[in-house]
């Protein structure tokens, strides 16, 4: 079947991650992919100026930007708030980037006068967040003196709002959190490193700025591409997408996995206003694919649009076999199972979804993983996505190698592929 179609690894498929595009600095999650990988899709589809291409997945937009830096058109959609600011952010590049800078010096002056007072009166007490919005971050993300100056740099950037650089500069406050006032240390998983008691946070933000007025100097002198960016859920488009228009499809969709991906991006959503709460959480998690025990809910049913496939219920069987048999008795648990096949349902819905916007022949590729993080249980992703595909109609190209990865717990190599599918130029859409 086609399914089973893998080709092999090009040289640069093999190269050590990086980043050669200053722009992609601004802010990027850890475990993006390379702007190189989009690249050699983008001329492996032979996609040109005219042609508009669809992240259903963008994260913080690595495939927008490099589509536009090709004049090629782009669509994005991001269920993460966040992550959607930072896509939005990253595509536009018209401010002035000497008049950014002039602006955030201004910025930078308030904040630090307001910093120098605040401390210069030990009677005063340290400015933090509400409980309940600590209560969504990882314990010791950010110190009690960098957070005190954060949320007043914060406040000077709203005060001194204007709409030509104001976006662009909570951008670099989200980065300079993360990067480097914040505590946090990004690996295979997001957790606490060195603990910084204080940091010149002032001076931290006002480096991102000068990162971001650089690239803008070469970005915005690029001719004008229409590049939107959706805060949607990729279950469910038809708002944001017109039949017919996506001539191709680059993206990397959650992996089935214990990993929050929300987590990943806490410290900034909550200082820049966009997770106040748990409630707030909540309702994010419940538009995203359920890739995560954390973030199933009561009444999910994306798992009855797989039903009828043995082989993910397999899988699922085989994983509450071994909870079983290990005596796993928590409540994330006695989720796996669960989860996994509420993940190919989210994925079956979002292939399902997006037929009747693809145009004849349009080309897709989803960057997933193979994994083993539920009870040592082996899932290959990509040949179980790859089979949901061919039931939607869609011709499966290949499934390419694009890394190998070890599994934290076996120690196994573990692929990490690109599925390669067309929408036939003769099919009616369901």
Request: glycine residues 6%; positive net charge; contains cysteine.
């Amino acid at each position: 079947m086609s399914t089973q179609l893998v080709s092999g690894t090009s040289p640069s498929q093999n190269r050590i991650l990086e980043d050669d595009l200053a722009a992609h600095g601004w802010y990027r999650f850890v475990l993006s992919y390379p702007p190189h990988l989009v690249r050699e899709y983008i001329e492996r589809f032979g996609l040109r100026k005219g042609d508009t291409v669809l992240d259903p997945f963008c994260g913080t937009g690595t495939t927008l930007v490099e589509c536009k830096k090709h004049f090629i058109g782009s669509i994005g959609v991001e269920a993460i708030p966040l992550s959607h600011f930072v896509s939005s952010v990253k595509l536009d590049w018209s401010p002035d980037p000497e008049e950014l800078m002039l602006h955030a010096a201004r910025v930078a002056k308030t904040a630090e006068a307001n910093i120098t007072r605040s401390l210069g009166f030990r009677t005063t007490a340290l400015r933090t967040l509400p409980p309940e919005s600590v209560s969504l971050l990882i314990k010791d993300s950010i110190s009690p003196v960098p957070l005190h100056k954060s949320l007043i740099l914060f406040d000077a950037i709203l005060t001194h709002w204007k709409t030509d650089f104001s976006r662009h500069e909570r951008l670099a406050f989200a980065r300079a959190l993360v990067s480097s006032i914040g505590n946090l240390h990004f690996g295979p998983e997001v957790g606490i490193g060195k603990i910084k008691e204080d940091a010149p946070v002032v001076d931290l933000w006002l480096a991102e700025i000068e990162k971001m007025a650089n690239d803008l100097y070469t970005l915005r002198q690029l001719p004008r591409v229409d590049s939107n960016v959706f805060n949607t859920d990729a279950r469910t488009m038809s708002e944001v997408l017109r039949t017919g228009s996506i001539s191709a499809v680059i993206t990397s969709p959650p992996y089935p996995n214990e990993k929050d991906y929300t987590r990943t991006v806490r410290l900034e959503s909550v200082l820049l206003g966009f997770l106040r709460n748990r409630d707030d959480l909540k309702k994010l998690k419940r538009t995203l694919i359920r890739s995560n025990t954390r973030n199933v809910y009561k009444g999910d049913d994306d798992h009855n649009w797989v039903k009828q496939f043995p082989r993910i219920t397999k899988i699922a069987d085989e994983i509450e076999a071994r909870r079983i048999e290990l005596g796993k008795t928590s409540g994330f648990e006695r989720l796996y199972s669960t989860v996994t096949k509420l993940y190919f349902g989210g994925m079956h819905r979002h292939l399902s979804d997006l037929r009747p916007y693809l145009k004849n022949g349009a080309q897709l590729a989803y960057v997933v993983g193979d994994q083993a993080s539920y009870l040592q249980i082996m899932i290959r992703t990509g040949q179980i996505l790859a089979e949901i595909a061919e039931s939607l109609d869609y011709e499966v190209q290949s499934i390419d190698l694009f890394r190998t990865r070890h599994a934290t717990v076996t120690r196994e190599q573990l692929r990490e592929e690109v599925v390669v599918l067309r929408w036939p130029a003769n099919r009616t859409r369901k």
